[in-house]
């Protein structure tokens, strides 16, 4: 932020706030840079100045930085990986085609090792998940207020929230593994059929084999299973989110100690390279992670349990 009467909670507030747009009602009283209050004469789609206005959008207000730069991650993936396999050759392969090459080959020995079932989408999928959620942490390598700062002048306005690591928000890591808790969902039921899946919601994990006794454990079987079944995507966005906005709340209070003279810079300095070479592992472990579990749960939706 480029206003030298920034606070240190109103720096922090400023970084962790995301580009939200959305809809505010007729009657709305907004509270300008300078103090003064503009009432919206109708509803009104905008931009939020401010974290409440943010709040006040309600549900379907979007985070377009977020989805901004997690698309345009995505594309950058897609276009990379498609143009190196169209100019892949067998001879001495270039670096890039020796990156993607030690990459595919590391995802599929890892879904092999996990996945025993057939299903030719599992192993894209998880290349997908791998590569774009590393690359959504690797935004977080990226110095704070770069970014940020570039985006005001741009646009402008001193004050325009822009945060650029996707995976920092919720939105966005719990929108992925609900996509993946869907997915479970449905390779259950086409693998075990709808009374299979019903059948592993409410005959486990206590199953007497008599009518009379399983009536009264097939509640109890039916809340454990529900439970464990729903805490798996929350668990799995909860997860990437929790650790990259961590991780870039250090980075964030690290960059706060660049105003305290030439020394306090040179450490600062210093720390927010050491964490970076720390969070460098963190991002691919996170990554790693996310993926892993995914397989895991594909291969849980898979399973009949004929192999046993």
Known sequence: MASEEITTTGYIQHHLQNMAYGKLPAGYERVNADGSVTVLEEATWT????????????????????????????????????????????????????????????????????????????????????????????????????????????????????????????????????AVFLLMLFFSVKEKGFMGFVKELTLHPFHAGKWYIDIFLIPINLILETVSLIAKPISLGLRLFGNLYAGEMIFILIALMFGGGVLLFAGAGVLQWGWAVFHILVITLQAFVFMVLTTVYMAMAHDTGEDH
């Open 47 to 178: 931009l939020a100045h401010t974290s409440q206005e943010a709040v006040d959008m309600g549900f379907w207000a979007i985070h377009l930085d977020s989805m901004g730069w997690s698309i345009a991650l995505g594309m950058i993936f897609a276009f990379l990986f498609a143009r190196v396999a169209s100019k892949a050759t067998s001879g001495v392969p270039t670096g890039v085609q020796s990156f993607v090459e030690l990459v595919v080959d590391f995802v599929d020995n890892t879904v092999k090792d996990i996945f025993h079932h057939k299903n030719t989408m599992i192993a894209p999928m998880a290349l997908t998940i791998f590569m774009w959620v590393f690359l959504m942490n690797l935004m977080d390598l990226i110095p704070v207020d770069w970014l940020p700062m570039a985006a005001a002048k741009i646009a402008g306005n001193d004050h325009l929230f822009f945060k650029v690591v996707p995976t920092t928000d919720p939105n966005i890591t719990l929108g992925m593994a609900f």
